[in-house]
């Protein structure tokens, strides 16, 4: 049976000029006399070797510990924090050599990479700081994410063959990730750094051929509910707050973490004590997350975004402008310091629980419990489970089942006048995208961390065929303009239908290409929109299973994005790549482009070109001929939870 990379290399060698489809799932016809194979291959196999640590001290109950010497306390936001710059320069030298490699392989012409970068391990002048940013957007986000990683990992089969770009996943020192994007990066970085080709050929994780409601096929449902709901009943009765989100977090963890019963003591400030991640030897993930008190409705010009690294929680936004130790966070914080007769407390910054609070959207699945009529909960689901579901709602009330609670509120009494939670005792974060910032920029546009490009996916699903439109990056844009934004920056991007009546929502765009009409520095954007390239990926976000055959299909699609179907599409487009990467180390060092690289940006930059009349209805065509798969029935969920997401999102999509 083939394994993955065996038929992304028999995808992807297809050429590009083939006779195009319409990308409507629901028009397509697939061949099911050439179905993919699914992609657990016995003999294939191969188990993560380690992963995230237990470290906390009693599963996923927060449980008081003894204090260091020196207390925890919350930072300034002003900077970023001390135990960051202490990690950068170890991952910044392990980039160096995979950088060379790059450029190397990809040969701009008339450059000399080996000669440009000889200096770099004293003078990093002209070393490139590299960030990935991976959509929100569910399953789809997640597995069309996977694909371009997987392109970019040098780690996966075939990725340094003439036209791919194995090694600039390596090359980069920060990757975030937001609701499903966060899934992605939360999976792979919790188990020790997988590989998205690991992490598909091991039947261990990514088991989406049971809907989260079913759980993984290793547990009875009785146990699978017993465990998940007593762990979260555990909490509550430890004297913590419990939300939607503790539900959603626990499940979610099954299908992400290799562990048993998803890990309940696996944290993610445990991360830090990986041995790769010590070392330097993998990026700094970043999950990006909105607050949000009870009855506020949040857009992108008033959120207040906070970013979860394994150190820290917290944000730079005036607001909030603070940090609190993650490790610490569910101890009793007051203006900044925790009081001598208060307990320091381990064990509330789950992995799954900070997953989970990225994506709270999803909270509305979980929902479903309570619908007696729902044909997506298994009949002999435990009434224990529905019981409970019924008492948050009571508590919260059906406009706030998307928050999740982060109480005791760390940031009570920091910064007081600014934070709108300095009073509170609840601190509330929900779901990254909610302020239509759907593509997780914001850690990457800090000006303390220097980063020259930000290659980005963006699997949204603006549009009513549910393809990205840009809006993610506009939101973005809009925001970078107003104060809420300082120390920070984002080229000019035009408005989604531009996006639209240009095709920048159709191909790698790159934004931000003249560094001097910036008036701080700023990186390039490299905006990778999901498209159909192999099949149509365009999933809904709230399909919740997804079988073996599909979920490798999606993969494959993303692959065939990020590579351009191996450069078949445009035989520059690693050149041009490498060109992204070098754009601002060019500036600084005052060396003028190479000739392929002056191409590359008429080919692929934005020239400030403006269509904003109405688009046509979008439904854009295949690049290349359709995967072959298995016809099979969508468990998508259905219109009554549609209707329900949409509501929240029309109101915001309604103010840009």
Not at 7 to 36: E, F, G, Q, W
């Amino acid at each position: 049976m083939a394994s993955l990379s065996g038929r992304l290399t028999a995808v992807l060698a297809v050429a590009a000029a083939l006779t195009p489809v319409a990308a409507n799932p629901h028009d397509i016809v697939y061949d099911a006399r050439s179905p993919i194979a699914p992609v657990a291959d016995a003999n294939s196999l191969s188990r993560p070797s380690r992963r995230g640590t237990n470290e906390a001290p009693n599963g996923y109950v927060p449980t008081e510990v003894s204090c260091p010497s020196t207390r925890p306390s919350i930072r300034k936001g002003s900077n970023i924090s001390d135990e960051e710059l202490a990690w950068l320069p170890k991952r910044r030298n392990a980039t160096i050599p995979y950088i060379r490699q790059f450029l190397e392989r990809i040969a701009i012409p008339d450059f000399d990479s080996k000669a440009y970068l000889k200096d770099v391990e004293t003078d990093s002048t002209a070393l490139p700081n590299i960030g990935i940013a991976m959509s929100g957007g569910g399953y789809r986000a997640m597995l069309s994410g996977a694909g371009a990683l997987a392109a970019w990992d040098i780690r996966t089969d075939g990725t340094t063959k003439p036209g791919n770009l194995g090694g600039l996943l390596q090359s980069a020192t920060y990757l975030s990730g937001l609701s499903g994007g966060s899934w992605l990066i939360g999976s792979l970085t919790i188990n020790n750094w997988t590989s998205v080709q690991e992490s598909v050929n091991y039947g261990g994780i990514w088991q989406l051929q049971n809907s989260i409601f079913e759980g993984p096929e290793q547990y009875s449902l009785l146990g699978y509910y017993d465990d998940v709901f007593d762990a979260v009943k555990d909490k509550k009765d430890a004297g913590f707050e419990r939300s939607i989100t503790d539900y959603w977090g626990r499940m979610l963890s099954y299908q992400l973490v290799n562990a048993t019963d998803g890990g309940p003591g696996i944290t993610w400030s445990s991360i830090v004590d990986d041995t790769d991640f010590k070392n330097g030897d993998a990026p700094l993930p970043l999950v990006v997350i909105d607050s949000r008190n009870p009855g506020e409705t949040i857009i992108a010009l008033n959120s207040t975004v906070f970013e979860v690294t394994p150190w820290e929680l917290g944000s730079y936004d005036p607001a909030i402008s603070g940090f609190a130790p993650l490790k610490y966070v569910g101890s009793e914080f007051e203006n900044g310091q925790l009081p001598k007769d208060k307990s320091c407390v381990r064990g509330f910054d789950n992995a799954g629980y900070v997953m989970g609070t990225s994506s709270s959207l999803f909270n509305q699945i979980i929902l479903y419990l309570n619908d007696d009529n729902s044909s997506y909960v298994p009949d002999n689901v435990p009434h224990f489970a529905i019981d409970a579901v019924k008492d948050i709602l009571k508590a919260l009330g059906s406009d706030n089942d998307d928050i999740a609670d982060w109480s005791p509120n760390p940031f009570r009494g920091w910064n007081k006048g600014k934070n709108p939670f300095a009073n509170n005792d609840r601190l509330t974060l929900v779901d990254g995208g909610e302020d239509l910032q759907n593509v997780p920029y914001y850690p990457h546009l800090r000006n303390e961390r220097h980063v020259d490009v930000v290659f980005s996916y963006d699997s949204s699903a603006d549009t009513d065929s549910f393809w990205p439109n840009g809006a993610s990056a506009v939101a973005t844009y809009q925001r970078s303009l107003e104060n809420i934004s300082e120390g920070s920056s984002f080229p000019v991007v035009p408005g989604q239908d531009t996006f639209i009546n240009l095709g920048l929502n159709a191909r790698p765009t790159f934004f931000g290409c003249n560094a001097t009409n910036t008036t701080t520095p700023s990186p390039l954007i490299v905006y990778i929109p999901n498209y159909p390239y192999v099949y149509a990926a365009n999933i809904s976000t709230f399909q919740m299973s997804i079988n073996t055959t599909e979920l490798t299909a999606i993969i494959e699609n993303g692959y065939s994005v990020a590579t351009q179907l191996n450069g078949t599409v445009d035989k520059d487009w690693p050149c041009c790549v490498g060109c992204a990467m070098l754009a601002r180390s060019f500036d600084r060092t005052n060396t003028t482009y190479p000739a392929k690289c002056q191409s590359c940006f008429e080919s692929y930059c934005w020239n400030g070109t403006i269509d904003e009349k109405t688009p046509a209805p979008y439904y854009p065509k295949f690049v290349s001929t359709a995967i072959d798969v298995e016809s099979f029935a969508h468990k998508v969920l259905g219109n009554s939870i549609t209707a329900a997401v949409a509501a929240i999102v029309a109101a915001l999509t309604l103010t840009l």
